[in-house]
């Protein structure tokens, strides 16, 4: 499907130089001389390279088509992730390497969006918030501020977050995924 410079996000996925392509940045520039122009940083999916290109307003771009799925967690071996397809109670497996850091907060049952392309499962979504308990926190020392200052923290999961002073092990908080960071207290 062709789009023009002027609607590319970030986060779209475009084909372009034969490869496809994640927007990571995009800026709309009108230059007092000259014609307008979207001045976007991209990253390849299969070469996992950046490149930087502009395009005119008037070009247009290639997007890809791609279809997303929610999938259900199921397990885990030592090379993939296990979803189940709730629709069609299909297993799809993929590959630790592409899920990454992800694969950490990954809890049974939870409930994921995948983006498909050919049949293949390219970037997968996370809720924005889940649920995770605090497995060992350092104590508080007294006199310190509530404001500012964090202390360390391991979750059950294994990531290593920052949390507030009154944050104990065995608490039960809400990360955001996208950034892992402590929200609130549950």
């Known amino acids: 499907m062709k789009i023009s410079a002027n ?5 779209m996925l475009l084909e372009y130089k034969n490869d496809l392509w994640e927007v ?3 800026q709309h520039v009108k230059p007092g001389k000259g014609g ?7 990253k390849s999916l299969n070469k996992n390279t950046k490149i930087n290109e502009r395009f005119r307003s008037n070009e247009s771009i290639e997007k890809a088509s791609v279809e997303e ?8 071996d030592e090379e993939n992730y296990f979803f189940i397809d709730p629709k069609s109670f299909e297993q799809i497996n993929i590959k630790k390497s592409l899920i990454g ?12 969006s995948v983006s498909f392309y050919d049949e293949n499962p390219l970037t997968i979504q996370l809720p924005n918030q889940i649920n995770c308990k605090v497995d060992t926190t350092d104590v508080a020392l007294k006199g310190q501020t509530v404001s500012s200052s964090y202390k360390p923290a391991i979750l059950e999961n294994g990531l290593k977050i920052q949390v507030p002073p009154f944050i104990e092990s065995g608490d039960e ?9 402590y929200i609130k207290k549950v």
């Open 173 to 181: 908080i809400i990360i955001d995924t996208r950034t892992i960071e």
């Open 69 to 76: 799925k929610k999938l259900s967690y199921s397990y885990e």
């Open 36 to 42: 307008a122009f979207a001045q976007v940083e991209m």
């Open 101 to 112: 850091e992800k694969g950490k907060m990954l809890s049974e049952n939870l409930e994921i």
């Open 7 to 11: 609607e590319i996000r970030v986060g």
């Open 24 to 26: 990571l940045k995009t």
